[in-house]
């Protein structure tokens, strides 16, 4: 019993190692990450319920599910792949990571939204655990996200200094009331050097549109990261340069 016990131990410490490869393991002092925009009100109890949901990649379940990002693929042959290689991530393309960082919202795989943020993104919080903390009591777990449909990939410049940019229309159901809704973002991704992330795309900015087909919203729509932003401001959490802007 003591040499399964050990085994156990030994099993949960690899996977958390695991996880952690994904954190940015520098201290960023410049602004940085915006996430996946969902513009859309989470509901108490489903937030509640949901809270307690870990991180699906690495076991059996996760093999066989469908993807989130709606390629059709199973998620450990899909999206899952970047969530739990670094080296899959580091040599995804800008695609592949805006697919991965949509299934990340779904599957709770903070430390992915976080890892694959640009450290320029201005939407940045210094303090990486207070941000993934942010994200866990954030996420929309009233929607179900079930599609990702890109729709063009382009690249500008060449080496260090070149430049993706992807369009995609992101597909979300809400769970009570089964109402369909999307919105339409072009992403900018850039890498941040081979420190970082193995030289991945980061996700750096994005614009967001009315998704085709979809009435247009009264006020301009919002990222998950500007809604943080606006909260963190409001309780006045200190930003990147030191000052604090709920005081302004």
């Known amino acids: 019993m003591a040499i399964i016990h050990q085994s156990i131990i030994l099993l949960i410490t690899l996977t958390v190692q695991c ?52 390629s059709g693929s199973g998620y450990m042959k899909c999206c899952g792949r970047l969530h739990r290689d670094p080296k899959v991530f580091a040599a995804a393309t800008a695609e592949e990571v805006v697919r991965a960082r949509y299934s ?39 929607f179900e996200l079930t599609s990702c449909e890109i729709l063009e990939e382009t690249y500008e410049g060449e080496g260090d200094k070149q430049i993706a940019k992807v369009k995609f229309v992101a597909k979300m159901t809400q769970v009570d ?33 009315t998704a ?14 500007e809604e943080l932003k606006a909260q963190e401001e409001g309780r006045g959490y200190e930003n990147n340069d030191g000052e604090n802007d709920g005081t302004k």
């Open 104 to 142: 990340a919202y779904s599957e709770r795989e903070v430390d992915f939204i976080v890892g694959s943020t640009h450290p320029l993104n201005k939407n940045f919080i210094s303090d990486i655990e207070h941000w993934k903390e942010t994200i866990r009591m954030n996420c929309y777990d009233n």
């Open 177 to 209: 009331s089964r109402e369909k809704t999307a919105f339409q973002e072009t992403s900018t991704f850039e890498r941040a050097g081979k420190n970082i992330m193995g030289g991945a795309w980061l996700y750096k900015e994005g614009v967001i549109e």
């Open 19 to 70: 996880a952690s490869s994904f954190t940015l393991t520098t201290r960023q002092t410049s602004p940085c990450p915006s996430l996946l925009q969902l513009d859309a009100k989470k509901s108490t109890q489903q937030k509640s319920k949901k809270k307690n949901k870990g991180s699906t990649s690495g076991f059996g379940g996760a093999a066989v599910i469908p993807c989130p990002c709606g």
């Open 212 to 225: 085709p087909g979809m009435p247009e919203p009264e006020t301009a729509p919002k990222n998950l990261d």
